[in-house]
């Protein structure tokens, strides 16, 4: 569950939204969610990491519209996704252009933060 901590930017006091998911930090800021991974080091190739074609839900919340279908075409910043949060209404759209692979909620699914809902496939792949 994500956690409200007060801090101080540029001499700013705000109010920003945080849940450590595994190696990962979400916050919410501003309307705005973010993920930071720290570098990790490894030998080889890392694993498990979060694909750009994936559109994941930045915090937990109610999948409240859905704007494609699987084999839909997509644009990058194209909506794909809404879900309400915090009494707020969020629109997730695609990272890149491609067809929708999966989707993998439904209307009204309660989701947590960090799932993935939509797998984009770049265009032309398994055509």
């Known amino acids: 569950m994500m956690k409200r ?10 109010e920003v939204w945080c849940e450590r998911l595994g190696q990962q930090l979400w916050y919410h800021y501003e309307g705005e969610t973010y993920q930071y991974s720290p570098p990790v080091k490894t ?3 890392g694993r498990g ?6 559109v994941v ?3 937990p919340g109610k999948i409240i519209k ?3 279908k699987v084999g839909d075409k997509v644009i990058s ?30 209307l009204g699914d309660q989701v947590a933060l960090g799932i993935t809902l939509i797998s984009v496939g770049k265009a032309g792949e398994g055509q």
């Open 66 to 68: 859905i704007l494609v």
């Open 57 to 59: 839900s930045p915090m």
């Open 5 to 14: 901590y007060s801090v101080s930017i540029e001499g700013r006091q705000v």
């Open 49 to 54: 990491a979060i694909s750009h074609s994936d």
């Open 77 to 106: 910043g194209q909506p794909v996704v809404m879900m309400e949060a915090m009494k707020m209404e969020y629109t997730l759209e695609a990272r890149q252009e491609g067809l929708i692979d999966q989707i993998n909620c439904k």
């Open 43 to 45: 030998r080889g190739g």
